[in-house]
T-cell receptor
Framework: DTGVSQNPRHKITKRGQNVTFRCDPISEHNRLYWYRQTLGQGPEFLTYFQNEAQLEKSRLLSDRFSAERPKGSFSTLEIQRTEQGDSAMYLC??????????????FGPGTRLTVL | AQSVTQLDSHVSVSEGTPVLLRCNYSSSYSPSLFWYVQHPNKGLQLLLKYTSAATLVKGINGFEAEFKKSETSFHLTKPSAHMSDAAEYFCVVSAGQNDMRFGAGTRLTVKP
């Protein structure tokens, strides 16, 4: 399968615990995005990387959130001291940066986080 | 600032009848507009995109959308619904590749 993969698909944790999600983009894509989707809403942009550089972060990304893409391939999103309000679907997408703008973003299936 | 408003949170049609999912946008720039579909337990899939070329855009699975600048609309249509079209649909506006603003979504139900 050459699509975007995310692990785990589901995560249940207790409030105050730390969680980490992983995203593996399509191999030739150099851009990687994280979104958060809450029930009944569309995805909201969190952050994006071009290769290993994190180029933009939304104000939605509080200090408890950190994302990395150390080798420009897979990425991790960590949430520290989780709160019930962090419960959501976390989506990863990747795209290729080239001469053509607005290249399609390919989305993974998401990681559903439930904070008890 | 840019945003999209999907005018219906839920649309229900019978199989074989036309589909209309409505989207209005707001953008300070010449926008790019997209429709994505999300099936349960599947990733978002691009249906079609408008990037200042032809105003009538054809996408996958028989869907199309028309960009109407005067009405700031980008409605999604399909002549004949199929059961497999049942899903959540998102209208998206973008002024840059890392600035995608999604609408709240429209859930499409297709009745036999």
């Amino acid at each position: 399968d050459t699509g975007v993969s995310q692990n785990p698909r589901h995560k249940i944790t207790k409030r105050g615990q730390n969680v980490t999600f992983r995203c593996d983009p399509i191999s030739e894509h150099n851009r990687l995005y994280w979104y958060r989707q809450t029930l009944g809403q569309g995805p909201e942009f969190l952050t994006y990387f071009q290769n290993e550089a994190q180029l933009e972060k939304s104000r939605l990304l509080s200090d408890r959130f950190s994302a990395e893409r150390p080798k420009g391939s897979f990425s991790t999103l960590e949430i520290q001291r989780t709160e019930q309000g962090d419960s959501a679907m976390y989506l990863c997408a990747s795209s290729s940066a080239g001469a053509i703008s607005y290249n399609e973003q390919f989305f993974g299936p998401g990681t559903r986080l439930t904070v008890l | 600032a840019q945003s999209v408003t999907q005018l219906d949170s839920h649309v229900s049609v019978s199989e074989g009848t036309p589909v209309l999912l409505r989207c209005n946008y707001s953008s300070s720039y010449s926008p790019s507009l997209f429709w994505y579909v999300q099936h349960p337990n599947k990733g978002l899939q691009l249906l079609l995109k408008y990037t200042s070329a032809a105003t009538l855009v054809k996408g996958i699975n028989g869907f199309e959308a028309e960009f109407k600048k005067s009405e700031t609309s980008f409605h999604l249509t399909k002549p004949s619904a199929h059961m497999s079209d049942a899903a959540e649909y998102f209208c998206v506006v973008s002024a840059g590749q890392n600035d995608m603003r999604f609408g709240a979504g429209t859930r499409l139900t297709v009745k036999p």
